[in-house]
């Protein structure tokens, strides 16, 4: 039983293009997130979605544009790749991220390795 | 803004030796501190965590301290086994418009030579 799964697991593409990475959670959680990896393993959050509301947006280029369908699922789109684009990009999920609630474990994703050339 | 700092970047030691991994924090309101794991090419995972209510939680060969005035916190790995080889993140919550996020340290790289 996979937790929190996403796809591609690799993703290898030219710059310019437009790519999308899906994730799903089957936890029953109730908030997602995408972090972006560098090739120095910084682990920096991007977007947090809670209930298919978006509640973190960090300092992150328009390019970028997370989805929520449900809150089982949160997918990236990014258009016009860029060579600063190549990382790890892992998605995560918690049961909640309201203050006042005591926080929970993120479970992350197996990560999906995207390579801008 | 918040920051979380991590130190050391890289540790070498020798199998059954301890290790000591230190974290600052610079949010007062951070209350839930988790240490995450990374195996080469694999996703983080939670290994150990502690809330700002408490100051020390063991489990097994690993334990968590919490200095809350001073804004640090430490993992400590005894007996170290090769298996232990990995990148080591702290994290510490902050507050963004009524939701918690996590801040990650840098990581520390963790050799265990037998």
């Known amino acids: 039983d996979t937790a929190v799964s996403q796809t591609p697991k690799y993703l290898v593409t030219q710059m310019g293009n437009d790519k999308s990475i899906k994730c799903e959670q089957n936890?029953?959680?109730?908030?997602m997130y995408w972090y972006k990896q560098d090739s120095k393993k910084f682990l920096k959050i991007m977007f947090s979605?809670?209930?298919?509301?978006?509640?973190i947006n960090e300092t992150v280029p328009n390019r970028f544009s997370p989805k929520s369908p449900d809150k089982a699922h949160l997918n990236l789109h990014i258009n016009s790749l860029e060579l600063g684009d190549s990382a790890v990009y892992f998605c995560?999920?918690?049961?909640?991220?309201?203050?006042?609630?005591?926080?929970?474990?993120?479970?992350f994703g197996p990560g999906t390795r995207l390579t801008v050339l | 803004g918040e920051n979380v700092e991590q130190h050391p970047s890289t540790l070498s030691v020798q199998e059954g030796d301890s290790a000591v991994i230190k974290c600052t924090y610079s949010?007062?309101?951070?209350?839930?501190f988790p240490w995450y794991k990374q195996e080469l090419g694999k996703r983080p995972q939670l290994i150990i965590d502690?809330?700002?209510?408490?100051g020390e939680k063991k489990d097994q060969r690993i334990a968590v301290t919490l200095n809350k005035t001073a804004k640090h916190f430490s993992l400590h790995i005894t007996e170290t086994q090769p298996e232990d080889s990995a990148v080591y993140f702290c994290?510490?919550?902050?507050?963004?418009?009524?939701?918690?996020?996590?801040?990650f340290g840098a990581g520390t790289r963790l050799a265990v030579h037998p």
């Open positions: 995560a999920s918690s049961q909640d991220s309201v203050v006042g609630v005591s926080y929970n474990e993120q479970f």
């Open positions: 979605y809670n209930n298919k509301e978006l509640i």
């Open positions: 936890l029953g959680h109730d908030t």
């Open positions: 949010d007062s309101a951070s209350n839930y």
């Open positions: 502690i809330r700002s209510n408490v």
């Open positions: 994290a510490a919550t902050s507050f963004s418009g009524g939701y918690n996020k996590l801040i």
